[in-house]
């Protein structure tokens, strides 16, 4: 009788352990030894604090830029609209010289604006560099607790387990340790251009 009842407590403890909430340590997205470990890249530049922050500066400049360019586009309509409705009161010396510095005008706007917009986009792969020099020591990190030889990008690997992707692990760690990175140094000194004593 008392074996009957000692297996009766065994089992309500088993269900009641099976019924209990999962402890957190279980909850923890844990990543196996391995010598490779798999990543998403463009998902740990999204996804992160740091490629969120880089992304939306990008944004909202380039909206401004754009801004910028169709209050120009419209100015140069109507100039070139009033030019037009001159011309019969001028000479046609006095209309082609105006035309010409419209011309030159336009030509000037248009180099500048194509100028801004290459610093956008520069300014893009500079931040995507600096995210890039902020995560590798995260990812170093990662490497030695798992004894890994190698992180791959995820995208080339044919067949590999969920359990070698440190994506959100990375992603986890690069926000708790730098969050948006807005206090990162973006353009270090260059050491040859300090006075010498």
Request: proline share 4%.
């Amino acid at each position: 009788m008392t074996g009957l009842l000692r297996a009766k407590g065994l089992a309500v403890l088993a269900l009641l352990f099976l019924a209990s909430p999962v402890p957190v340590l279980a909850q923890q997205e844990t990543v196996q030894t391995s010598a490779v470990l798999t990543i998403d890249s463009e998902r740990l530049f999204a996804e992160s604090l740091f490629g969120q922050r880089v992304t939306q500066e990008f944004e909202a400049d380039s909206r401004a830029l754009e801004a910028e360019n169709r209050k120009i586009e419209a100015e140069l309509i109507a100039e070139e609209k009033d030019l037009t409705e001159k011309r019969s009161s001028l000479s046609p010396d006095e209309f082609r010289a105006l035309a010409d510095a419209f011309d030159e005008k336009v030509e000037e706007i248009r180099i500048a604006q194509s100028s801004k917009s290459r610093t956008l986009t520069q300014g893009l792969d500079v931040g995507r560099r600096d995210f890039l020099t902020a995560v590798q020591p995260i990812l170093a990190e990662i490497m030695t607790e798992t004894n890994a030889a190698i992180i791959v990008e995820q995208r080339s690997v044919f067949l590999s387990r969920l359990s070698i992707d440190v994506t959100n692990l990375a992603i986890e760690r690069l926000d708790a340790q730098i969050g948006d990175g807005a206090q990162v140094d973006e353009t270090p000194p260059d050491e040859t251009t300090k006075d010498t004593p």
